[in-house]
């Protein structure tokens, strides 16, 4: 895919996992997560004269569990993939929109802006946004062109670390 033009990444979540199913109050599957982004980047591009695109990769655990052919041809303006490196579609990505995904925090370890759409525990003012709507989202997209607080987040990510040492 043409990652060198400016595009948002959006990880898709096991179909069934309890993240979506317990942690998620608003996107209940992949086909209303993809209903929600593909709207907020159509409302922001025609607001502010942008071409920002959507990639969206599939969970690796769904492949053969999960036929998304039908959100294919509903939304081709939108890069479905199968396979790719998540670290690579992270680091050339305007900003990462997730459900409450571990992604968002490999987003984070890349500093860039994340946005939650589901009950992350990493949806914390200053470190990644948190939109309850569309609306919210499209105002969340509209600030990723902005710098992150990399010391906010780094600061995190050490506490999250030293909280994981302890444990261990």
């Known amino acids: 895919p043409d990652l060198d033009t400016p595009y948002l990444f959006v990880p898709f979540q096991v179909h069934d996992d309890t993240q979506i199913i317990l942690h998620s109050p608003y996107i209940r599957n992949m086909a209303e997560l993809t209903e929600w982004v593909a709207a907020a980047v159509r409302q922001y591009n025609e607001s502010n004269q942008k071409k920002l695109r959507i ?14 052919d039908d ?3 509903q939304y081709p303006d939108i890069t479905f993939l199968k396979t790719g ?16 995904s571990t992604v968002g925090m490999e987003a984070l370890l890349q500093h860039k802006h994340v946005i939650t759409l589901g009950n992350a525990t990493y949806a914390i003012d200053g470190i990644a946004a948190r939109a309850c709507s569309i609306p919210e989202l499209i105002d969340a997209i509209s600030h990723s062109d902005t710098e992150c607080n990399v ?14 040492y302890i444990l261990c």
Do not use: M, W
């Open 55 to 68: 990639i969206i990769k599939e969970h690796p655990s769904d492949n053969g569990r999960c036929n998304y």
């Open 71 to 73: 959100l294919r041809i």
């Open 85 to 100: 490196s998540t670290k690579q579609l992270i680091s050339k990505a305007t900003a990462v929109i997730t459900v409450n």
């Open 151 to 164: 010391d906010l987040i780094d600061k995190f990510l050490y506490y999250i670390l030293g909280f994981i």
